[in-house]
C-alpha cells in the first residue's frame, strides 16, 4: 500500500510525489483494476506468460469476471434511494443516482475514491477523481487540507512535463500549475469561492492512519489468474488430439496433418503421442479460484448445479453479504449527508440559492425474486388499506409511471379493457 506522509508537505514535494516513479506501481495496480473493470485488452497482462509459437496456434482467453463480481457486491444503490431535501435542490440534482451507483462500483474496486463536484449547465456533476496527491498538516495524515491532481497526461515520458498540467485546490486557494510548478491563474486572486474542498472522500470501512487504502484488487489479480488458466485450457484441448511423431528421413516440407488428408511416407514411420492432461482437474482448479474471490467478498454461488432457488433461500444464502451491505449503507448514509453539504455550497456560490441544511436518505433494501412472497405482501397491503393499485404500479415499473396521475390514468384505461378478478387483478378495480 503506497504510505502517505504523515507530516506537512510542501506543493513542490506534492508535485514530485506525484510525478515519482514510487507512485506510478500504486497507480499502475489501480489502472489494472480499472482495466480489468472495463474489460479493456486485458489480453496484454498475460501475454507475457505464452512465449514461443504457443499464441501463434491458439488465441489468448480472457473473461470479464472482474465487473461482474463488483457488480454483485455493490448493493446500496442497486435501486435508487429516496431523499428527503430541499424542494429547489431537485431542479439542479442532475443524474446523482446515476452518478452515485458508478462512484459505488468504483469505490469497491479501487477503494480511496475522491469525488469532485462542480456546476455545470445549470446542473450539478460529480466526477470522479482517480489520480491525485493529498497533502495534509503535521496533526492529521488522513484528511487532506488540499490536493494536487493531474489534468491532462504527458504523452510521452516523465521527463518531458511541457504538456503537464495539474490543478491545486485548498480551502482558501485555487489555480493550476504547470509540469515545472509555475503558477497559472483561474481567477484573479487565485481564491477558492467555496471556502472549502470541492471534493468528498470516499474511504473503506477500514480506515485506520492513513489515506490511501486498497479496493478489491485481489478480483483483478484472480481475474488474470483464471484468463491464464483457461488459456492453458484451450491448449490442452488443443492438444488432446495427440503429437504426430515422424522417425526417418522425410523431406518436411511435403508434410501435412489433416483430418481429410493423406500422410505417404516412403522411408519412414508415424505415430501419434498422446498427452497425459486430465482436463477435468484443470476446470475444477479454475473453479477452485472464483470460489475463493467469491468468498472474499461475501459472494456463494454453485455454478447452478442446484437449479433455481427460492427468495427465502437466496437471502440465507447470501446472509453474509448482506450484513455487509449494512455496514456499506451507513458508510454511503454519511457520504450522501457530507456530499449533500458540499452541493449546497456550490450551488449557493454559482446559482445564489440557499438550501435547507435538513438532509435525509432511505436506502431501499434488497428484495430477492420470490413471485409468491410479493403476491401475498401485496394482497395483505390491499386488504388493509397499507397500499393502493397505484403504488404497486409505481414500484413495479418507475420508469413507465413517473407520478400517480400516470398510474392512475393507465388503471381506468384498463379497466375499460380488461374484465377485473379477484385478489390482485380485483384490486385494481377502482370505485
Given at each position: 500500500?503506497?504510505?502517505?506522509?504523515?507530516?506537512?508537505?510542501?506543493?513542490?514535494?506534492?508535485?514530485?510525489?506525484?510525478?515519482?516513479?514510487?507512485?506510478?506501481?500504486?497507480?499502475?495496480?489501480?489502472?489494472?483494476?480499472?482495466?480489468?473493470?472495463?474489460?479493456?485488452?486485458?489480453?496484454?497482462?498475460?501475454?507475457?506468460?505464452?512465449?514461443?509459437?504457443?499464441?501463434?496456434?491458439?488465441?489468448?482467453?480472457?473473461?470479464?469476471?472482474?465487473?461482474?463480481?463488483?457488480?454483485?457486491?455493490?448493493?446500496?444503490?442497486?435501486?435508487?434511494?429516496?431523499?428527503?431535501?430541499?424542494?429547489?435542490?431537485?431542479?439542479?440534482?442532475?443524474?446523482?443516482?446515476?452518478?452515485?451507483?458508478?462512484?459505488?462500483?468504483?469505490?469497491?474496486?479501487?477503494?480511496?475514491?475522491?469525488?469532485?463536484?462542480?456546476?455545470?449547465?445549470?446542473?450539478?456533476?460529480?466526477?470522479?477523481?482517480?489520480?491525485?496527491?493529498?497533502?495534509?498538516?503535521?496533526?492529521?495524515?488522513?484528511?487532506?487540507?488540499?490536493?494536487?491532481?493531474p489534468l491532462t497526461h504527458p504523452v510521452s515520458s516523465k521527463s518531458d512535463s511541457s504538456d503537464d498540467l495539474f490543478a491545486y485546490w485548498s480551502d482558501?486557494?485555487?489555480?493550476?500549475?504547470?509540469?515545472?510548478?509555475?503558477?497559472?491563474?483561474?481567477?484573479?486572486?487565485?481564491?477558492?469561492?467555496?471556502?472549502?474542498?470541492?471534493?468528498?472522500?470516499?474511504?473503506?470501512?477500514?480506515?485506520?492512519?492513513?489515506?490511501?487504502?486498497?479496493?478489491?484488487?485481489?478480483?483483478?489479480?484472480?481475474?488474470?489468474?483464471?484468463?491464464?488458466?483457461?488459456?492453458?485450457?484451450?491448449?490442452?484441448?488443443?492438444?488432446?488430439?495427440?503429437?504426430?511423431?515422424?522417425?526417418?528421413?522425410?523431406?518436411?516440407?511435403?508434410?501435412?496433418?489433416?483430418?481429410?488428408?493423406?500422410?505417404?511416407?516412403?522411408?519412414?514411420?508415424?505415430?501419434?503421442?498422446?498427452?497425459?492432461?486430465?482436463?477435468?482437474?484443470?476446470?475444477?482448479?479454475?473453479?477452485?479460484?472464483?470460489?475463493?474471490?467469491?468468498?472474499?467478498?461475501?459472494?456463494?454461488?454453485?455454478?447452478?448445479?442446484?437449479?433455481?432457488?427460492?427468495?427465502?433461500?437466496?437471502?440465507?444464502?447470501?446472509?453474509?453479504?448482506?450484513?455487509?451491505?449494512?455496514?456499506?449503507?451507513?458508510?454511503?448514509?454519511?457520504?450522501?449527508?457530507?456530499?449533500?453539504?458540499?452541493?449546497?455550497?456550490?450551488?449557493?456560490?454559482?446559482?445564489?440559492?440557499?438550501?435547507?441544511?435538513?438532509?435525509?436518505?432511505?436506502?431501499?433494501?434488497?428484495?430477492?425474486?420470490?413471485?409468491?412472497?410479493?403476491?401475498?405482501?401485496?394482497?395483505?397491503?390491499?386488504?388493509?388499506?397499507?397500499?393502493?393499485?397505484?403504488?404497486?404500479?409505481?414500484?413495479?415499473?418507475?420508469?413507465?409511471?413517473?407520478?400517480?396521475?400516470?398510474?392512475?390514468?393507465?388503471?381506468?384505461?384498463?379497466?375499460?379493457?380488461?374484465?377485473?378478478?379477484k385478489g390482485l387483478l380485483g384490486a385494481l378495480k377502482t370505485e
Open positions: 500500500m503506497y504510505q502517505t506522509s504523515q507530516v506537512s508537505t510542501s506543493i513542490s514535494d506534492a508535485l514530485k510525489k506525484l510525478k515519482a516513479d514510487s507512485i506510478d506501481n500504486f497507480f499502475a495496480d489501480r489502472d489494472c483494476a480499472l482495466d480489468y473493470y472495463q474489460y479493456n485488452n486485458t489480453g496484454r497482462y498475460i501475454s507475457n506468460y505464452f512465449g514461443g509459437s504457443l499464441q501463434a496456434e491458439i488465441p489468448l482467453y480472457t473473461t470479464n469476471l472482474t465487473k461482474r463480481i463488483i457488480k454483485r457486491i455493490s448493493l446500496v444503490y442497486k435501486d435508487a434511494p429516496i431523499r428527503q431535501v430541499d424542494e429547489k435542490y431537485k431542479e439542479y440534482g442532475g443524474r446523482k443516482d446515476y452518478e452515485m451507483k458508478q462512484f459505488e462500483r468504483l469505490h469497491n474496486l479501487l477503494g480511496t475514491l475522491a469525488v469532485k463536484v462542480s456546476f455545470k449547465n445549470g446542473k450539478l456533476m460529480r466526477v470522479p477523481v482517480l489520480e491525485y496527491e493529498p497533502i495534509f498538516d503535521h496533526n492529521d495524515g488522513v484528511h487532506p487540507v488540499a490536493i494536487i491532481y482558501t486557494e485555487h489555480y493550476v500549475l504547470d509540469g515545472k510548478g509555475q503558477i497559472i491563474k483561474v481567477n484573479e486572486d487565485n481564491v477558492n469561492p467555496y471556502g472549502r474542498l470541492p471534493f468528498v472522500f470516499l474511504q473503506p470501512d477500514t480506515l485506520v492512519d492513513e489515506h490511501w487504502n486498497n479496493g478489491a484488487f485481489d478480483i483483478a489479480e484472480a481475474n488474470k489468474q483464471v484468463d491464464i488458466a483457461m488459456t492453458m485450457l484451450q491448449h490442452h484441448i488443443r492438444s488432446a488430439g495427440g503429437q504426430f511423431v515422424i522417425n526417418g528421413r522425410v523431406d518436411a516440407n511435403n508434410i501435412e496433418i489433416g483430418l481429410n488428408k493423406v500422410v505417404v511416407l516412403e522411408d519412414g514411420t508415424m505415430s501419434n503421442i498422446s498427452a497425459n492432461t486430465n482436463i477435468t482437474n484443470i476446470i475444477e482448479g479454475i473453479k477452485f479460484q472464483l470460489q475463493q474471490v467469491a468468498s472474499n467478498h461475501h459472494l456463494s454461488f454453485d455454478f447452478g448445479v442446484n437449479g433455481s432457488k427460492s427468495g427465502v433461500a437466496l437471502k440465507i444464502e447470501n446472509l453474509e453479504l448482506l450484513e455487509n451491505r449494512e455496514d456499506a449503507t451507513e458508510q454511503f448514509r454519511e457520504i450522501e449527508r457530507e456530499l449533500y453539504s458540499l452541493e449546497s455550497r456550490v450551488l449557493e456560490v454559482e446559482a445564489g440559492l440557499s438550501l435547507s441544511p435538513d438532509f435525509s436518505v432511505d436506502f431501499t433494501e434488497v428484495r430477492f425474486p420470490d413471485p409468491a412472497q410479493e403476491m401475498q405482501e401485496w394482497e395483505f397491503k390491499f386488504k388493509h388499506g397499507l397500499a393502493d393499485p397505484v403504488d404497486w404500479l409505481m414500484q413495479n415499473d418507475p420508469d413507465r409511471f413517473l407520478t400517480r396521475e400516470d398510474a392512475q390514468a393507465h388503471i381506468d384505461e384498463r379497466k375499460q379493457i380488461t374484465p377485473m378478478g
